[in-house]
């Protein structure tokens, strides 16, 4: 990574399951860009050909943002960076890389990270969260009425060997 490239062009890597994660990228996309934004889902097969080197489960798990000449914001960076491609956010951004506005973008990016956790896990009283967001591609799914189930990947049948 060269750290005296200038920014061009970010990629937002976002959860596309999420549904506080797609009104996020949505809004973005309307906002004037001094610096174009390109949403890509997080841990795609397009984000894994574009940015081997990254942790891609961790792209699911924080908001990962990579500059055009290979620098990589993660969590509260992220969101000030991004803040500071939009032109009328730009000055908020340039706010919030103080040290006081970076304990109030790390709140922001707790809250959020609370709200999914919270939205993922809406109606299971009593079942603790172990941190991972769960994935249809990995298997599960969620009934309103019965709550979330697990069907390994190719199982769908029963006829799958125990582990």
Known sequence: MNATAPVRRLTVLYDAECSLCAFLRDWLLRQPQLVPLEPVPAA?????RRFPGLDHGATLD??????????VYRGP???????????????????LSTPSGALLAKGAVLAAAKWR????????????WGGQVYR?????????????????????????APR
């Open 44 to 48: 795609s097969e397009e984000a894994r």
């Open 62 to 71: 924080e908001i990962t943002v990579v500059g055009d000449a290979g620098q």
């Open 77 to 95: 960076a992220a969101w000030v960076v991004t803040l500071w491609a939009l032109r009328e956010h730009r000055p908020l951004a340039h706010r």
């Open 117 to 128: 956790g919270a939205q993922a896990h809406r109606g299971q009283r009593g079942t603790q």
């Open 136 to 160: 249809r591609a990995d298997g599960w799914s969620y009934d309103p009425g019965r709550g979330w189930s697990h069907t390994a990947p190719g199982c769908a049948d029963g006829t799958c």
